[in-house]
């Protein structure tokens, strides 16, 4: 989860966020390296007293700072199309839930496991516990099994929401009347804290997300126990 000294991305907790952060990593280095140059070039025209005149008109010139954004836009174009399908494939989902957004609460559905559903508040700053996130933690929490592949569809019944889970790098709209889907495999047993990522009224701010990863055992107890 995010805390007070982090400055980047969340731990990863799915191959889709270890992807992202990899382009995020592979973009920043482009970017630095542009920065870098652009940087030297202006501080060295600055400086000098003198000009050159192939500098301010010239056809190879003109050629060149053409062609270098392009290939440098290549280079940032192909890894981002990967990722962008490689985010809407789903490959035969074990388990499929659906979550959907109200004002100012999620709701959720397990229909693959004798229709269990509830619903997801957040917790009350009296009601909390020493190890609970104050504006995070949740009464009822999503249950997920480790190493398995999961569909995931989002809706809403009033206004737009944002399901998200940023360690899972995942972000669906919740749209009225109309169903989003996307998928996510969990790699490691965690807690995982999201919050809606769409402005849907007065307490938008309030209605946190709190996915907790199980092993398969634990899993099958928590369903049976519901």
């Given at each position: 989860?995010?805390?007070?000294?982090?400055?980047?991305?969340?731990?990863?907790?799915?191959?889709?966020?270890?992807?992202?952060?990899?382009?995020?990593?592979?973009?920043?280095?482009?970017?630095?390296?542009?920065?870098?140059?652009?940087?030297?070039?202006?501080?060295?025209?600055?400086?000098?007293?003198?000009?050159?005149?192939?500098?301010?008109?010239?056809?190879?010139?003109?050629?060149?700072?053409t062609i270098l954004p392009a290939i440098t836009l290549i280079f940032i174009a192909?890894?981002?199309?990967?990722?962008?399908?490689?985010?809407?494939?789903?490959?035969?989902?074990?388990?499929?839930?659906?979550?959907?957004?109200?004002?100012?609460?999620?709701?959720?559905?397990?229909?693959?496991?004798?229709?269990?559903?509830?619903?997801?508040?957040?917790?009350?700053?009296?009601?909390?516990?020493?190890?609970?996130?104050?504006?995070?933690?949740?009464?009822?929490?999503?249950?997920?099994?480790?190493?398995?592949?999961?569909?995931?569809?989002?809706?809403?019944?009033?206004?737009?929401?944002?399901?998200?889970?940023?360690?899972?790098?995942?972000?669906?709209?919740?749209?009225?009347?109309?169903?989003?889907?996307?998928?996510?495999?969990?790699?490691?047993?965690?807690?995982?804290?999201?919050q809606c990522s769409e402005i849907c009224g007065a307490n938008h701010s309030f209605?946190?997300?709190?996915?907790?990863?199980?092993?398969?055992?634990?899993?099958?107890?928590?369903?049976?126990?519901?």
């Open positions: 989860m995010p805390s007070w000294n982090n400055i980047s991305t969340q731990d990863a907790n799915s191959p889709l966020m270890e992807q992202l952060i990899f382009f995020h990593d592979h973009t920043m280095l482009i970017l630095t390296m542009i920065t870098i140059m652009v940087m030297y070039l202006m501080s060295t025209l600055f400086i000098n007293k003198y000009i050159n005149r192939f500098l301010l008109e010239g056809q190879t010139i003109e050629l060149i700072w192909l890894p981002s199309l990967r990722i962008l399908y490689i985010m809407d494939e789903i490959n035969n989902p074990l388990i499929t839930i659906k979550a959907i957004g109200h004002q100012w609460f999620w709701s959720y559905e397990y229909s693959d496991f004798n229709n269990i559903e509830f619903d997801s508040y957040m917790k009350p700053s009296n009601e909390l516990t020493m190890n609970e996130f104050r504006l995070l933690d949740v009464d009822n929490r999503i249950i997920m099994p480790i190493n398995t592949p999961v569909r995931i569809l989002v809706t809403a019944t009033d206004v737009i929401h944002s399901w998200t889970i940023p360690s899972l790098g995942i972000k669906i709209d919740a749209t009225p009347g109309r169903l989003n889907q996307g998928s996510f495999n969990i790699k490691r047993p965690t807690i995982m804290y999201g209605m946190p997300i709190v996915m907790e990863s199980v092993n398969i055992p634990s899993f099958i107890k928590w369903l049976n126990s519901n």
